[in-house]
T-cell receptor, first 109, second 112 residues
């Protein structure tokens, strides 16, 4: 079965609203990363967060290993936040980074 | 200074033609190296990884091969392209003993 599940698949917000993106995993976690994927395909690294909570500006990432989930919170969304957000995990003892299928975020003005 | 450089930025190739994509990592000693691929509208998949020169492990079979001829260089290739090879290819690296992965800007491949 799928080891990484992202939700929601898509999300539409009004500017100023908050967004909560989820990543659930079914395997033991070694590391968790969050990326923003530009329309051209390149990745912008947002967080490396194997456990706990990290903040960067309006973004917050929280990974709870025992609950097998990681979240990305975007506060006071802006139109420039629109795009695809990906989570990726590496399980213990593996060289493979497994990506979720992404959340397509649209922030309307 | 750019740490990871991928080439070319984009390619349009004919079915059945050969392919070579490259990636160079500068300023990092003996990094772990990775190739990823994403079909249009699809999920990013890891194709290969390498932890040392001359040693490459396959993760997903896509009729592609990879080589690491130098410590800082990773090559993805095939002798005969298929339509299904179209997509976006990303090279990445991580430090020895570390799990955070850093990505290049990618190569967009269109097979016609």
């Amino acid at each position: 079965g799928q080891q990484v599940q992202q939700s929601p698949a898509s999300l539409v917000l009004q500017e100023g609203e908050n967004a909560e993106l989820q990543c659930n995993f079914s395997t033991s976690l070694n590391s968790m990363q969050w990326f923003y994927q530009r329309p051209g395909g390149s990745l912008v690294s947002l967080f490396y967060n194997p456990s706990g909570t990290k903040h960067s500006g309006r973004l917050t990432s929280t990974t709870v290993i025992k609950e097998r989930r990681s979240s990305l919170h975007i506060s006071s969304s802006q139109t420039t936040d629109s795009g695809t957000y990906l989570c990726a995990l590496r399980s213990s003892g593996s060289w493979q980074l497994i990506f979720g299928s992404g959340t397509q975020l649209t922030v309307m003005p | 200074a750019q740490t990871i450089h991928q080439w070319p930025v984009a390619e349009i190739k004919a079915v059945g033609s050969p392919l070579s994509l490259g990636c160079t990592i500068k300023g990092k000693s003996s990094p772990n190296l990775y190739w990823y691929w994403q079909a249009t509208g699809g999920t990013l998949q890891q194709l290969f990884y390498s932890i040392t020169v001359g040693q490459v492990e396959s993760v997903v079979q896509l009729n592609l091969s990879a080589s690491r001829p130098k410590d800082d260089q990773f090559i993805l290739s095939t002798e005969k392209l298929l339509l299904s090879h179209s997509g976006f290819y990303l090279c990445a690296w991580s430090l020895r003993g570390d799990t955070e992965v850093f990505f290049g800007k990618g190569t967009r491949l269109t097979v016609v």
